[in-house]
C-alpha cells in the first residue's frame, strides 16, 4: 500500500499542473475543511436552538439574501477572476487595479439599490409572495446583508485571480461562519429566529471589511515588485463577460435556491428547514471539489491564454478522476448513516434522511464531472455555460412547480437532483464540442 501510494504522488509530481493544483488544494482543502466544520457547527446549534420551523426562517431569508447579493453582482464575481488571473499571470498590474476598481463600483451601487429595495418591499414579499407575515423582520435584518456579501464576493475571487487562495477561501468559508457561531447563541436567547439572523448579518459585514484588508495587503505586495503597467481595457470589455455569466449566476440560483422559494411558498417552514439542513450536509462532500475549484479556475484561465490545450485537457481529467473516487467512498458513507446524522439536529429532522440519500447522487455527479463550467468559462465560452445553465434550470423550475405541490420535500429534492445531473451533462458535451477534449475521468480525447 505504502509503495502504490508513493507511486501515485510521483505520477503526480511529474505532471507539474496537477501537482499545484494538489499542493493548492491541500491549503485550500484544510481551510474550507475548517469552514465546512463550523458551518455544521452551525447548522446544528441553529437546529437545536430554533428547530425545524425557525431554521425554516433563518434558511429562507439567508437565501433570498443569496439571490439579491447575485443580482447585486451582475456576474462580476466570475469575470474579475477570469481578468485578475489572465493579466496577473503577464504582470499586467493597472489592468488587474482596473478590472477590480470597476468591478467594485458597478457591483457596490447596484448592491445598495437592491438592499434598500428589500428593506422597504419586505413586508409585501413576507404577505404577498411567502403568505408569511413573520418573514417581514428577518427579511429587513437580512437586507443590511446584502451590499457587504457582494463585496466581500468581489474581493475573494480578486485574490482567487491572483492565486491568493488561502486568503479567498477565509473570505468564502470561514470568516462569516465563524462570526455567526460566535455570536448566535446570545442573539438567539434575546431575539429567537431573528437573532440568528442578525448574527449573520453582523458576520458578513465583519467579513466585508477583513476581505477589503486582505486584498490591499496582497496587491500591495505584488505591486511593490513589480513595474506597473497602463490599462488597455474600458468597461465594455468587462460588461461584455460579466453579462453572459450574470446570466449564468441568476440561473444558477435557481439550481441553488429554488428548491428552498418554492417549499417557501407551497410549504411551511418546518418543510424549508429540514430540506436545508439535509442539503447542507450534501453540500460537505463537496467542499474537495470547490477546494479545486480554487486553484483549478485561474489555471485554467492562463493555460488557455498560453495555448497549452493538452494540458488543459489532462489537468482536467486528472482532476475529475481525483473527485470521482473522493465522492464515491464519502457518499457511501453518508448514505449509510444518513438517519443518525439527521437524528443530531434533533427529533425534528429525522424524516430528512431519505432527502439526504437522493441529494447525494447530485454531489456524486456534480463531482465526477469536475470543475466543468470554470473551465468553460475561463475558456471564454460564457454564453455557452449560460446556455447550460438557463436549460437546466428551466427543468428544475417545471419540476419544482409540478412535484412540490404534491410531494413537498421529496419533489423538491428530485428536482433539484434532475436539474444538476442534466447542467453537468450539457457543460461536459460543450467542452468535447468546442474545446476538443473530455473533461471527465476516464474518457480520452
Known amino acids: 500500500m505504502k509503495r502504490r501510494i508513493s507511486g501515485i504522488i510521483s505520477r503526480a509530481r511529474a505532471n507539474q499542473h496537477l501537482w499545484e493544483v494538489m499542493k493548492g488544494s491541500s491549503s485550500a482543502l484544510m481551510i474550507r475543511t475548517l469552514g465546512a466544520l463550523i458551518g455544521f457547527a452551525v447548522s446544528v446549534m441553529i437546529a437545536r436552538l430554533l428547530g425545524a420551523e425557525g431554521s425554516g426562517i433563518y434558511y429562507l431569508a439567508i437565501s433570498v439574501a443569496t439571490i439579491a447579493a447575485t443580482f447585486g453582482r451582475l456576474g462580476f464575481d466570475n469575470t474579475v477572476v477570469r481578468f485578475v488571473a489572465t493579466h496577473a499571470s503577464v504582470q499586467e498590474w493597472g489592468a488587474v487595479k482596473f478590472v477590480y476598481c470597476t468591478a467594485m463600483k458597478v457591483v457596490s451601487v447596484v448592491s445598495a439599490l437592491i438592499s434598500i429595495t428589500l428593506f422597504l418591499g419586505a413586508e409585501w414579499v413576507a404577505n404577498a409572495l411567502f403568505d408569511k407575515p413573520y418573514m ?27 492565486k491568493s487562495i488561502p486568503a479567498s477561501q477565509w473570505i468564502k468559508t470561514v470568516i462569516t461562519s465563524l462570526g455567526t457561531l460566535l455570536l448566535l447563541y446570545p442573539l438567539v436567547w434575546l431575539m429567537g429566529a431573528n437573532g440568528a439572523v ?7 459585514i465583519a467579513t466585508a471589511l477583513a476581505a477589503w484588508l486582505m486584498w490591499q495587503r496582497v496587491l500591495k505586495s505584488r505591486c511593490d515588485t513589480q513595474e506597473v503597467s497602463q490599462n488597455k481595457y474600458s ?205 471527465v475521468a476516464y474518457f480520452q480525447k
Not at 136 to 150: A, N, R
Not at 198 to 204: E, G, H, K, L
Open 235 to 439: 468597461m465594455e470589455v468587462l460588461f461584455r463577460s460579466s453579462w453572459p455569466l450574470f446570466g449564468v449566476a441568476v440561473t444558477g440560483l435557481v439550481m441553488q435556491h429554488a428548491a428552498t422559494i418554492f417549499l417557501g411558498v407551497w410549504g411551511n417552514a418546518e418543510d424549508v428547514g429540514v430540506y436545508n439542513v439535509a442539503n447542507r450536509i450534501a453540500a460537505l462532500l463537496l467542499f474537495p471539489l470547490m477546494a479545486m475549484i480554487s486553484i483549478l479556475t485561474p489555471k485554467f484561465a492562463a493555460m488557455h491564454k498560453l495555448g497549452k490545450t493538452e494540458d488543459l485537457a489532462r489537468l482536467a481529467r486528472n482532476s475529475s478522476k481525483m473527485l470521482t473516487i473522493f465522492a464515491l467512498f464519502a457518499a457511501i458513507l453518508v448514505a449509510v448513516s444518513a438517519d443518525w446524522m439527521m437524528s443530531i439536529f434533533g427529533a425534528d429532522f429525522k424524516e430528512g434522511a431519505t432527502i439526504l440519500r437522493i441529494l447525494l447522487i447530485g454531489v456524486v455527479i456534480n463531482a465526477s464531472t469536475g470543475a466543468v463550467a470554470e473551465l468553460l468559462m475561463m475558456c471564454g465560452r460564457e454564453r455557452l455555460v449560460g446556455l447550460g445553465v438557463f436549460s437546466s434550470a428551466a427543468l428544475t423550475l417545471l419540476l419544482c412547480a409540478i412535484l412540490i405541490p404534491k410531494y413537498g420535500m421529496v419533489g423538491a429534492v428530485i428536482a433539484a437532483t434532475s436539474g444538476m445531473a442534466v447542467q453537468n451533462a450539457l457543460m461536459v458535451l460543450a467542452v468535447k464540442s468546442k474545446l476538443g477534449f473530455w473533461p
Open 136 to 162: 417581514e423582520l428577518p427579511l429587513k435584518l437580512v437586507s443590511v446583508s446584502i451590499l457587504p456579501l457582494s463585496i466581500a464576493m468581489i474581493q475573494a475571487e480578486s485574490l482567487r485571480g491572483l
Open 198 to 204: 442578525t448574527a449573520y448579518a453582523v458576520s458578513i
